[in-house]
């Protein structure tokens, strides 16, 4: 069992920034990718962002390339997502993920969730 806790999430103003953080307990960390994602009222889930074991790979969504950054710190047990130049359309509860490879689709655990609103 992987736990997963987000924080970091709030109000703010178009063009803010704001930094997620996800804490991971359990198995461990080092042996997972790592995924954000995101759902918006009435909207179905979505991939944001992802990273691999070591951080050596990333990829992102194209709707948050050049604005959010994933990145990782295995000695913390942590994944990070920097939010720069946030939009009205970013709001959304923000989830992270873990998986046992950086391709792999199907993630195996969930964090609860933090909400981030961003107004205009």
């Known amino acids: 069992q992987v736990q997963l806790v987000e924080s970091g999430g709030g109000l703010v103003q178009a063009g803010g920034s704001l930094r997620l953080s996800c804490a991971a307990s359990?198995?461990?960390?080092?042996?997972?990718?790592m995924g954000w994602f995101r759902q918006a009222p009435g909207k179905e889930r979505e991939f944001v962002a992802r990273i691999s074991r070591s951080s050596e790979w990333t990829d992102y969504a194209d709707s948050v390339k050049g604005r959010f950054t994933i990145s990782r710190d295995n000695t913390k047990n942590t994944v990070y997502l920097q939010m720069n130049s946030l939009k009205p359309e970013d709001t959304a509860v923000y989830y992270c993920a873990a998986v046992r490879t950086f391709w792999g689709a199907e993630y195996d655990y969930w964090g609860q969730g933090t909400q981030v609103t961003v107004s205009s």
């Open positions: 359990g198995r461990t960390f080092s042996n997972y990718a």
